[in-house]
């Protein structure tokens, strides 16, 4: 079972990583929802090991929270480039110091 | 078994989401990764996520995101040179720190004997989840309808344009066409169709006028744009070709597997080396 | 009405100690009849005030311009109505047997906490009846005068409505049966004061000097406040009848302390040394001010405090050693401040600076003086009055010049004033016969008896006080004149010489009071019955010594002024004595010196500190913060990446410390 986890924790640090060098917003995305799904993994796979249905609800909680999360992200994601043309998360840097 | 075979595709496609410099790739990459988690889904006796995840998250999510990018725009591709300074290094040192420490940290859990799904599962995984769903955490589920109900308006509010100018109606339309023939000599009537031929009818071929030349605007500009358009002349030398071959059956061959045995002689592919 | 009318018997006590000390204050007799009447005595000018001063500015225009026209004799009507209740008063109270001469009338009570209550009690008996007599009755004069006086001032309805305010706040602070509810007269007539001082406020000089005598004030009644203050500690009451039933329960150091404290607030309102300075700049207010609140009344308060109080001045000797040292200081300081002034009022003032610490000086050598420290008071109320008023009529034929060195020879040119003036001087040294030689001989006397160096000082101050004035009279109504050609002297009209003849009168007969010791006799019961010394010389002797220094006095100032030509520009090269004199002493540069420049070095000090050291560190660390925030508001650089980077570096932290805890 420690496999599941182990590939679970790689796929959420990928995910990390992509969200931190990417600059495409859809691409960050893209990558949340990979850190999602290494999330997802590891509930299923300890719903296993404990031997209740627990950890699969919860991962469909997650996929649903999920597909709100994207729906909103992504019409954000819209608006944003209707305004400035750009989809990179670095051009949306107006509110600093 | 499964997990083994899997795995290290599941690792290469996330990798490969990190460094494909299109967004569209990163797309591909992650239905590979999500599709191959409904399969670890599968073989974690979750017969219902595993439908869940390839119906939702594979279908819907994820084309909701081919979508996104269809109207933001396909070739975008992102720069490599980092803006950030010391961000890609930063991200990169601390993801592995983070990544190793999970791993290790996980390495020295000891989890003990699995229990499995067999008991849970009984009488079928998707009425166990119905029972557990509507009883236990049904006050969570019918907070996530409101979610959802919020999130959709949320979408068609930000989604939503204010119309700045009123709408052009059909007389308007109609009054600017003559106009614009009046100032600018624009044709009036519609755009001649593109190319029509007997074994060759396309799009992106332009029609050929009655002195035999191109008519340019017979081809969208997207595709001449893109430097796909296949020029009629090119194909000339295919019609003199299939001018020959019928020549050569002296007339009575049937005309329905023409085409056919045309298309095998493969020579489309041999016109789009001749553009090259 | 009803609650008013509702006049109460206070509980009579009985005489605590018994003897001399601490004698009954307490009323113990039931009000009624006329003495229902009481509180009117304070409503009357209350009312006026009212009317004049809150009243008049929100009427109709037309209903105010009577008012501004015709307003002086609302305010004069209520003070001789006041006057005149007061007289029936005091003829009622004559009436009653010597027992029952205490009349008390509890208005209401006037507020409660705790176990302070302190109630708006009225109390009657012989002490207040003669103040009233004289703040009621010279004051009507003075009304009467002011009318004549301030009729060309556009602000004159203002001007009798702060008059008004006056009479009734002195009234309320003699009438008192407490010493809150004198608190209250107490700083009645010190606003009262401070606005008629500061009347003519289009002048500096005056503004600065109401401004003066307020904050001189203020010391003064910040000793009162404290005796208060003190007093309910001590006794747990501020009624008179309270304090000097218990007053011989308190230790010694406490009643030593309450008649220090008592003293400091008599010498603010009494302009005694220390706090004398600001009775001379108080001349820049209008003339009958001068005479009513500054020479007459208000200035006396310090030694009715004094009297009033002599149930605790009794029980404290080194608080009446003290009243008696501040007393012969400013007696003698006053009469040198009058021997050098040019200015007519300053003059004046000098001599009542001197005059009320005679009346001091008696106050302090307890029963045996207070009959006497209250007679000269009265009157010195009456000669004072008469002679501030006639000052005022020499300034009004002279076009409001105040310097007795462009005067001269007016005796021909105002017969009236001349001569009412001369009652008031004659009666001022003592000349035989006159109210000032009774009441001035019998304080000498007896400060001779009880201390041969203050007896003697308190002489010499009658011989510098018959060269003063004399000297002012010289110059004023005798000797050459000095006028400008364009002056043209004159006499005042009826309305101000009828008042001046009233005093002049008065005067010359006040000292009918002590036909048969009758004053003595009639405020045993408040003061005390007195064990008469014997002084060390035969009392004949004594005033035939006071006659022949006040003789001195007149011969000196007869060689040195009326004999040599008065100059009309004060001359510069002048003896150290008179230069000392003419700058009032150096009070001003004492107060300047001692008070107030270590005070404005302290301030400075205080905000030199609070700007560097204060202020330094607390701007020191919002800029030392600024600063940190300005380095690092840079971490806000507003990209997205960042901040998920922050995100994950914290997100490793808690993970290696999960770690550390759950396998370390």
């Given at each position: 079972?420690t496999?599941?986890v182990v590939l679970s924790a790689i796929?959420f640090t990928?995910?990390?990583?992509?969200?931190?060098?990417?600059?495409?917003?859809?691409?960050?995305?893209?990558?949340?929802?990979?850190?999602?799904?290494?999330?997802?993994?590891?509930?299923?796979?300890?719903?296993?090991?404990?031997?209740?249905?627990?950890?699969?609800?919860?991962?469909?909680?997650?996929?649903?929270?999920?597909?709100?999360?994207?729906?909103?992200?992504?019409?954000?994601?819209?608006?944003?480039?209707?305004?400035?043309?750009?989809?990179?998360?670095?051009?949306?840097?107006?509110?600093?110091? | 078994?499964?997990?083994?075979?899997?795995?290290?595709?599941?690792?290469?496609?996330?990798?490969?989401?990190?460094?494909?410099?299109?967004?569209?790739?990163?797309?591909?990459?992650?239905?590979?990764?999500?599709?191959?988690?409904?399969?670890?889904?599968?073989?974690?006796?979750?017969?219902?996520?595993?439908?869940?995840?390839?119906?939702?998250?594979?279908?819907?999510?994820?084309?909701?995101?081919?979508?996104?990018?269809?109207?933001?725009?396909?070739?975008?591709?992102?720069?490599?040179?980092?803006?950030?300074?010391?961000?890609?290094?930063?991200?990169?040192?601390?993801?592995l720190?983070f990544g190793a420490v999970l791993v290790v940290g996980l390495g020295q859990?000891?989890?003990?004997?699995?229990?499995?799904?067999?008991?849970?599962?009984?009488?079928?995984?998707?009425?166990?989840?119905?029972?557990?769903?509507?009883?236990?955490?049904?006050?969570?589920?019918?907070?996530?309808?409101?979610?959802?109900?919020?999130?959709?308006?949320?979408?068609?509010?930000?989604?939503?344009?204010?119309?700045?100018?009123?709408?052009?109606?059909?007389?308007?339309?109609?009054?600017?066409?003559?106009?614009?023939?009046?100032?600018?000599?624009?044709?009036?009537?519609?755009?001649?169709?593109?190319?029509?031929?007997?074994?060759?009818?396309?799009?992106?071929?332009?029609?050929?006028?009655?002195?035999?030349?191109?008519?340019?605007?017979?081809?969208?500009?997207?595709?001449?744009?893109?430097?796909?358009?296949?020029?009629?002349?090119?194909?000339?030398?295919?019609?003199?070709?299939?001018?020959?071959?019928?020549?050569?059956?002296?007339?009575?061959?049937?005309?329905?597997?023409?085409?056919?045995?045309?298309?095998?002689?493969?020579?489309?592919?041999?016109?789009?080396?001749?553009?090259? | 009405?009803?609650?008013?009318?509702?006049?109460?018997?206070?509980?009579?006590?009985?005489?605590?100690?018994?003897?001399?000390?601490?004698?009954?204050?307490?009323?113990?007799?039931?009000?009624?009849?006329?003495?229902?009447?009481?509180?009117?005595?304070?409503?009357?000018?209350?009312?006026?005030?009212?009317?004049?001063?809150?009243?008049?500015?929100?009427?109709?225009?037309?209903?105010?311009?009577?008012?501004?026209?015709?307003?002086?004799?609302?305010?004069?009507?209520?003070?001789?109505?006041?006057?005149?209740?007061?007289?029936?008063?005091?003829?009622?109270?004559?009436?009653?047997?010597?027992?029952?001469?205490?009349?008390?009338?509890?208005?209401?009570?006037?507020?409660?906490?705790?176990?302070?209550?302190?109630?708006?009690?009225?109390?009657?008996?012989?002490?207040?009846?003669?103040?009233?007599?004289?703040?009621?009755?010279?004051?009507?004069?003075?009304?009467?005068?002011?009318?004549?006086?301030?009729?060309?001032?556009?602000?004159?309805?203002?001007?009798?409505?702060?008059?008004?305010?006056?009479?009734?706040?002195?009234?309320?602070?003699?009438?008192?049966?407490?010493?809150?509810?004198?608190?209250?007269?107490?700083?009645?007539?010190?606003?009262?004061?401070?606005?008629?001082?500061?009347?003519?406020?289009?002048?500096?000089?005056?503004?600065?000097?109401?401004?003066?005598?307020?904050?001189?004030?203020?010391?003064?009644?910040?000793?009162?406040?404290?005796?208060?203050?003190?007093?309910?500690?001590?006794?747990?009451?501020?009624?008179?009848?309270?304090?000097?039933?218990?007053?011989?329960?308190?230790?010694?150091?406490?009643?030593?302390?309450?008649?220090?404290?008592?003293?400091?607030?008599?010498?603010?309102?009494?302009?005694?040394?220390?706090?004398?300075?600001?009775?001379?700049?108080?001349?820049?207010?209008?003339?009958?001010?001068?005479?009513?609140?500054?020479?007459?009344?208000?200035?006396?308060?310090?030694?009715?405090?004094?009297?009033?109080?002599?149930?605790?001045?009794?029980?404290?000797?080194?608080?009446?050693?003290?009243?008696?040292?501040?007393?012969?200081?400013?007696?003698?300081?006053?009469?040198?401040?009058?021997?050098?002034?040019?200015?007519?009022?300053?003059?004046?003032?000098?001599?009542?600076?001197?005059?009320?610490?005679?009346?001091?000086?008696?106050?302090?050598?307890?029963?045996?003086?207070?009959?006497?420290?209250?007679?000269?008071?009265?009157?010195?109320?009456?000669?004072?009055?008469?002679?501030?008023?006639?000052?005022?009529?020499?300034?009004?034929?002279?076009?409001?010049?105040?310097?007795?060195?462009?005067?001269?020879?007016?005796?021909?040119?105002?017969?009236?004033?001349?001569?009412?003036?001369?009652?008031?001087?004659?009666?001022?040294?003592?000349?035989?016969?006159?109210?000032?030689?009774?009441?001035?001989?019998?304080?000498?006397?007896?400060?001779?008896?009880?201390?041969?160096?203050?007896?003697?000082?308190?002489?010499?101050?009658?011989?510098?006080?018959?060269?003063?004035?004399?000297?002012?009279?010289?110059?004023?109504?005798?000797?050459?004149?000095?006028?400008?050609?364009?002056?043209?002297?004159?006499?005042?009209?009826?309305?101000?010489?009828?008042?001046?003849?009233?005093?002049?009168?008065?005067?010359?007969?006040?000292?009918?009071?002590?036909?048969?010791?009758?004053?003595?006799?009639?405020?045993?019961?408040?003061?005390?019955?007195?064990?008469?010394?014997?002084?060390?010389?035969?009392?004949?002797?004594?005033?035939?010594?006071?006659?022949?220094?006040?003789?001195?006095?007149?011969?000196?100032?007869?060689?040195?002024?009326?004999?040599?030509?008065?100059?009309?520009?004060?001359?510069?090269?002048?003896?150290?004595?008179?230069?000392?004199?003419?700058?009032?002493?150096?009070?001003?540069?004492?107060?300047?010196?001692?008070?107030?420049?270590?005070?404005?070095?302290?301030?400075?000090?205080?905000?030199?500190?609070?700007?560097?050291?204060?202020?330094?560190?607390?701007?020191?660390?919002?800029?030392?913060?600024?600063?940190?925030?300005?380095?690092?508001?840079?971490?806000?650089?507003?990209?997205?990446?960042?901040?998920?980077?922050?995100?994950?570096?914290?997100?490793?932290?808690?993970?290696?410390?999960?770690?550390?805890?759950?396998?370390?």
């Amino acid at each position: 079972m420690t496999q599941y986890v182990v590939l679970s924790a790689i796929l959420f640090t990928i995910g990390c990583v992509g969200v931190l060098t990417r600059r495409n917003a859809i691409v960050v995305f893209m990558c949340v929802e990979l850190m999602l799904n290494a999330c997802n993994l590891a509930f299923v796979a300890f719903a296993r090991q404990h031997g209740n249905l627990d950890g699969q609800i919860t991962a469909f909680f997650v996929m649903v929270v999920a597909a709100a999360e994207v729906v909103i992200g992504l019409a954000i994601i819209m608006t944003i480039f209707r305004t400035r043309r750009s989809a990179s998360v670095d051009d949306a840097s107006l509110l600093k110091y | 078994m499964t997990f083994w075979l899997l795995a290290p595709i599941m690792v290469a496609a996330a990798l490969g989401i990190l460094f494909v410099r299109k967004a569209v790739h990163a797309a591909l990459l992650l239905a590979v990764v999500m599709i191959s988690l409904a399969f670890l889904y599968a073989v974690l006796d979750a017969p219902f996520l595993f439908a869940v995840q390839i119906i939702v998250y594979t279908g819907a999510i994820l084309m909701l995101f081919l979508f996104v990018m269809m109207l933001i725009g396909v070739d975008a591709s992102d720069s490599v040179v980092e803006t950030i300074r010391g961000q890609r290094a930063m991200a990169v040192v601390l993801g592995l720190v983070f990544g190793a420490v999970l791993v290790v940290g996980l390495g020295q859990v000891t989890l003990g004997t699995v229990v499995g799904l067999d008991a849970a599962n009984e009488g079928g995984n998707v009425p166990a989840i119905a029972n557990i769903l509507f009883s236990k955490y049904v006050f969570a589920f019918e907070a996530t309808s409101a979610l959802l109900i919020t999130a959709a308006l949320g979408a068609m509010v930000l989604a939503h344009r204010e119309r700045l100018t009123p709408k052009a109606t059909q007389a308007d339309l109609a009054a600017q066409r003559l106009r614009d023939y009046a100032d600018h000599g624009k044709h009036l009537g519609p755009l001649p169709s593109p190319g029509v031929y007997a074994r060759h009818n396309a799009v992106d071929t332009p029609a050929l006028l009655p002195d035999g030349t191109a008519a340019e605007s017979s081809v969208s500009r997207v595709l001449a744009a893109r430097g796909t358009v296949r020029s009629a002349p090119a194909m000339a030398d295919d019609i003199d070709d299939v001018r020959r071959q019928l020549g050569g059956l002296d007339g009575h061959s049937d005309p329905a597997t023409m085409p056919e045995t045309s298309g095998k002689a493969g020579t489309p592919a041999s016109t789009e080396e001749d553009e090259k | 009405m009803n609650l008013l009318s509702h006049s109460v018997l206070l509980a009579g006590l009985p005489t605590a100690e018994g003897g001399a000390h601490a004698p009954v204050v307490a009323p113990d007799t039931a009000a009624g009849g006329v003495f229902d009447l009481l509180w009117l005595v304070i409503g009357l000018p209350l009312l006026g005030a009212v009317l004049l001063l809150a009243v008049a500015p929100f009427l109709p225009a037309s209903v105010r311009e009577t008012f501004d026209r015709r307003g002086h004799l609302v305010g004069t009507a209520a003070a001789v109505a006041s006057f005149v209740l007061s007289l029936v008063l005091f003829l009622a109270l004559l009436g009653r047997g010597e027992e029952e001469r205490q009349v008390g009338q509890h208005l209401y009570t006037w507020f409660e906490t705790g176990s302070l209550s302190v109630g708006m009690d009225l109390l009657y008996d012989q002490l207040a009846a003669l103040f009233l007599l004289l703040i009621t009755g010279v004051g009507s004069l003075i009304h009467v005068y002011a009318i004549g006086y301030m009729e060309h001032d556009p602000r004159r309805r203002r001007f009798f409505g702060y008059l008004n305010l006056f009479v009734a706040a002195m009234l309320t602070l003699i009438l008192s049966a407490n010493f809150v509810g004198l608190f209250l007269g107490w700083e009645g007539v010190g606003l009262a004061s401070y606005l008629l001082i500061g009347f003519w406020q289009h002048k500096p000089s005056a503004a600065a000097a109401a401004k003066k005598a307020f904050v001189i004030n203020r010391v003064g009644d910040i000793g009162l406040s404290l005796a208060i203050a003190l007093m309910f500690a001590t006794f747990g009451t501020t009624d008179f009848a309270g304090v000097s039933e218990h007053a011989g329960d308190a230790s010694q150091d406490t009643l030593t302390a309450l008649g220090l404290l008592l003293l400091l607030g008599a010498c603010g309102k009494s302009a005694q040394v220390p706090l004398q300075a600001w009775l001379l700049d108080a001349m820049e207010g209008p003339t009958p001010v001068s005479a009513l609140i500054h020479a007459a009344t208000m200035v006396t308060a310090g030694v009715y405090l004094v009297v009033r109080a002599n149930f605790i001045f009794e029980l404290a000797p080194i608080a009446q050693t003290a009243v008696v040292v501040v007393a012969t200081v400013t007696l003698l300081w006053g009469a040198i401040l009058g021997c050098a002034k040019d200015d007519i009022k300053k003059a004046l003032a000098g001599s009542t600076m001197s005059q009320i610490g005679y009346m001091m000086l008696a106050a302090g050598l307890g029963p045996v003086g207070y009959p006497f420290a209250i007679f000269h008071l009265l009157t010195h109320g009456f000669f004072k009055a008469n002679m501030f008023l006639g000052a005022g009529s020499v300034m009004h034929g002279m076009d409001d010049d105040v310097d007795m060195r462009h005067y001269g020879a007016l005796n021909k040119a105002m017969p009236v004033t001349f001569l009412t003036f001369a009652m008031g001087y004659l009666a001022i040294i003592g000349f035989p016969g006159f109210s000032g030689f009774w009441s001035k001989d019998r304080i000498i006397e007896t400060a001779l008896a009880d201390n041969l160096l203050v007896g003697l000082l308190a002489m010499l101050g009658a011989g510098i006080t018959a060269f003063y004035m004399t000297r002012l009279m010289l110059m004023t109504f005798f000797t050459e004149k000095r006028w400008e050609a364009d002056v043209h002297p004159h006499e005042s009209p009826k309305v101000m010489t009828v008042p001046l003849v009233v005093l002049a009168a008065l005067s010359v007969l006040g000292g009918v009071l002590l036909l048969g010791d009758w004053i003595v006799n009639w405020l045993e019961p408040v003061t005390g019955h007195a064990e008469h010394h014997e002084p060390p010389l035969p009392a004949l002797v004594i005033t035939l010594l006071i006659v022949g220094v006040v003789a001195i006095g007149i011969a000196a100032a007869w060689f040195l002024v009326g004999k040599r030509d008065v100059p009309r520009e004060a001359p510069r090269d002048v003896s150290f004595a008179t230069r000392a004199a003419r700058a009032d002493l150096y009070g001003d540069a004492i107060n300047d010196a001692v008070v107030v420049r270590p005070g404005a070095s302290l301030v400075g000090g205080l905000t030199t500190f609070d700007r560097v050291g204060v202020d330094g560190v607390v701007e020191g660390g919002s800029a030392a913060v600024g600063g940190l925030s300005n380095v690092m508001r840079r971490l806000q650089n507003g990209f997205v990446r960042s901040y998920a980077l922050s995100l994950l570096g914290g997100a490793l932290l808690v993970v290696l410390a999960l770690l550390a805890v759950n396998l370390g």
